[in-house]
């Protein structure tokens, strides 16, 4: 039995809202990295051990980026910057996957990373100007291969996939989490409320540097700080439409 | 000796030999992967669901987290003991004594689950019993079936074709049901 199916109005990139954003405050950030601990242990993030760590192959979801501005011994830091996939309105790693596998999702307004339809070019990687996707070079979880992570394989997070060998990976702003809060929202009647959840990285933060929510509604509080005189979005000359706002300078 | 056997090989006879050995080679490949589908292993007890159903136990009694949660759960040897207990029958019956040596040693059954989707597709109970799916739309007439078992092969097809339905005109629900991050993540 087939019913009439409405195909959705094309949109372009730049009149779509976005409906999940993030601000980043640089001034509070103090470069702990409990945000990359807890982001790991949400995600099922694995550590890739020291030789392929050497080889440029260590697995973040979010990393803390420093820069130095002038000579040494007159070395000056400047803020910490937490880096994360910025969940583009119009991402450069959509358009390069051949298989689909990175799409932008209609109804949450991410860009989602389908594991089981990623077939490893790592075509989206290269592609991404924010460096943020990290790519399975072995099987990393598996504990019959590696007898050291057995005990770790204990606190895999049941909500979120384990990645296999040869698939991409990258934040999904803890899609698992606006999926709980949705269902328990819906379960009792109601629209989720601004701070009824958050992600792994703002949840751990001890500076509130990171707050995570609705940016299409403005009475959110991420919605407010992203649009103060501070933010700043990142590479936005490239025309992504980063949904993560940076702010600096205050 | 090399030699010879190539040039068997080439030979019409050799070809026809190379032909049998690689078509039995494939057809037991694929015969592996048919049972390997197919089979499972057997429960730890013969568990009749359509006595049970009969009986008017609802499917809730056992599998509660259906209602509430993503997993519908598998009941442990004390939801069995629970009524079992208070059953004459338990004692002396030869199919319940699994069940009575399981509980005197402590031992819990591990049951074989019979529903199954791959590690990369969350499927959440909730939301399509309050859709007001019953068990039997998925899983089949329980109260028809003796072990467990599916009724269909629970693929993404299948998914798609009742969350198209499902979402009837409605662009929205449309759009939540058939995204990809709905289920994957």
């Known amino acids: ?250 | 000796m090399v030699r010879r056997l190539f040039e068997w090989v080439m030979s019409p006879m050799g070809w026809i030999a190379v032909v049998i050995v690689a078509l039995s080679v494939f057809s037991l490949a694929a015969f592996g992967i048919y049972r390997s589908q197919q089979a499972l292993k057997p429960q730890p007890i013969q568990f009749p669901h359509n006595l049970h159903v009969g009986l008017g136990v609802q499917c809730l009694y056992c599998h509660p987290g259906a209602a509430r949660g993503p997993s519908s759960g598998l009941p442990t040897i004390n939801k069995c003991w629970g009524c079992h207990q208070q059953i004459a029958k338990t004692q002396t019956s030869d199919k319940l004594k699994p069940l009575r040596d399981a509980m005197a040693s402590g031992a819990n059954f591990v049951w074989v689950p019979v529903a199954k989707v791959p590690d990369f597709v969350h499927f959440n109970h909730r939301p399509h019993i309050a859709a007001g799916l019953n068990c039997e739309n998925c899983h089949g007439d329980m109260s028809q079936v003796e072990i467990a078992e599916n009724p269909q092969v629970m693929n993404m097809g299948w998914c798609l074709s009742c969350h198209k339905e499902r979402a009837g005109g409605d662009e929205e629900k449309f759009i939540k049901l058939t995204d990809c991050g709905t289920c994957h993540y």
């Open chain 1, 1 to 250: 039995m087939t019913t009439e199916l409405k195909i959705p109005e094309y949109k372009l990139a730049e009149e779509e809202s976005g409906k999940w954003g993030m601000v980043v405050d640089t001034d509070l950030c103090t470069g702990c990295q409990a945000c990359v601990a807890a982001c790991a242990m949400e995600n099922n993030i694995p550590y890739v051990g020291e030789e392929d760590a050497a080889y440029g192959r260590s697995m973040h979801w979010i990393r803390t980026e420093r820069f130095w501005e002038g000579e040494y011994p007159e070395v000056r830091m400047t803020d910490y910057q937490p880096m994360l996939c910025q969940q583009c309105g119009h991402a450069p790693c959509e358009p390069v996957c051949p298989a689909f596998a990175t799409v932008h999702s209609q109804s949450e307004k991410l860009n989602l990373q389908v594991y089981n339809r990623c077939v490893g070019t790592r075509y989206c990687a290269n592609n991404c100007p924010y460096q943020v996707r990290s790519f399975n070079w072995r099987d990393y979880q598996d504990p019959r291969l590696r007898p050291e992570i057995t005990i770790l394989a204990n606190q895999f997070n049941p909500d979120v996939t384990v990645r296999r060998r040869g698939v991409m990976e990258k934040c999904t702003f803890c899609i698992q989490r606006i999926h709980k809060a949705q269902d328990l929202a819906k379960s009792e009647g109601r629209e989720v409320e601004d701070g009824e959840f958050t992600t792994a990285c703002a949840q751990a933060c001890p500076a509130n540097a990171i707050t995570f929510g609705r940016i299409d509604h403005p009475e959110t509080l991420v919605s407010q700080l992203a649009h103060s005189s501070r933010g700043v979005h990142h590479l936005e000359e490239l025309g992504t439409l980063p949904r993560v706002t940076y702010l600096k300078g205050g």
